[in-house]
């Protein structure tokens, strides 16, 4: 089980890099490493749990989206459709193949410098446009650059976010709709992996050790709030390019770790 600093810093760990271009998992997976967490079914399970914590805050925040109409709702499900079927094939396989700290490390630094020069690749233009002229061939595409986030370290917002430039958005929608596409995605996969604990989920929730779900549940659900308001921002006044150099300085930092180690 986990010691209730632990849970803390787990809960914020998930809150702060769900929704921000630098990958959750990676820094999720570090962070159980610095903290000497052994692995376990009930770690597996409370990350799932912190998860649907920070997914929660989105409906918080742009409920006035997901009751403008039933469009939004068809365009989120074509784009998770990639999702199912990727997920279902080669989740499990990916995760195999690319694996370890060397992997990651690897991928915050590619993935940082394609933040950094992401923005002088797509530029702003007068042809790009909001959510509500999204068409369901983009909303497909959008889908296909998320599978790619199946990849440790790769991030599941980052992906969607330049999928959605790279298919007409503007980045402040863009943004908006990796938000969105997350709720579906999120709870889908999560939905998948709880099945495999199904034996152990009431013992689980409502068990001696619940308290800690639910801390880390809290944390990561209102860390959450204050993340999405924070990048919207700070992607409106600056861009992508510092969670690129973000990226590249902490891979490069573990490289160098694992060097020495």
């Not at 009751?67 to 995760?95: H, K, R, V």
């Not at 700070?234 to 930092?253: A, D, M, N, Q």
Request: net charge neutral; proline share 2%; aromatic share 16%.
């Amino acid at each position: 089980m986990l010691e209730t600093f632990q849970t803390i810093i787990l809960g914020i760990t998930e809150g702060i890099t769900e929704f921000l271009p630098i990958s959750s998992t990676a820094h999720l997976i570090m962070g159980r490493y610095l903290l000497s967490i052994n692995s376990s079914e009930f770690l597996n399970f409370f990350i799932i749990f912190i998860q649907l914590g920070a997914i929660s805050a989105v409906p918080i925040l742009y409920y006035k989206r997901l009751i403008s109409g039933i469009n939004i709702y068809l365009y989120l499900i074509t784009s998770f459709i990639p999702a199912i079927i990727f997920g279902l094939l080669l989740d499990d396989l990916m995760e195999s193949i690319f694996e370890g700290y060397w992997f990651i490390a690897i991928s915050w630094i590619i993935g940082g410098v394609v933040l950094i020069k992401f923005e002088d690749w797509v530029k702003e233009s007068a042809s790009d446009h909001e959510i509500i002229k999204i068409t369901y061939l983009q909303s497909f595409k959008i889908g296909l650059y998320q599978c790619l986030a199946m990849i440790p370290g790769v991030s599941r917002s980052g992906a969607t976010i330049i999928g959605g430039r790279l298919s007409g958005l503007t980045s402040k929608s863009a943004i908006e709709y990796s938000f969105l596409l997350g709720i579906p995605t999120i709870l889908g996969a999560n939905a998948k992996k709880i099945l495999d604990y199904k034996d152990h989920v009431n013992e689980y929730l409502f068990g001696k050790y619940s308290y800690q779900l639910y801390l880390g549940y809290v944390i990561s659900f209102i860390v959450a709030l204050f993340t999405i308001k924070w990048m919207v921002a700070i992607v409106h006044r600056y861009g992508f390019k510092y969670f690129g150099y973000y990226r590249v300085i902490i891979g490069i930092s573990l490289i160098i770790y694992l060097s020495w180690k």
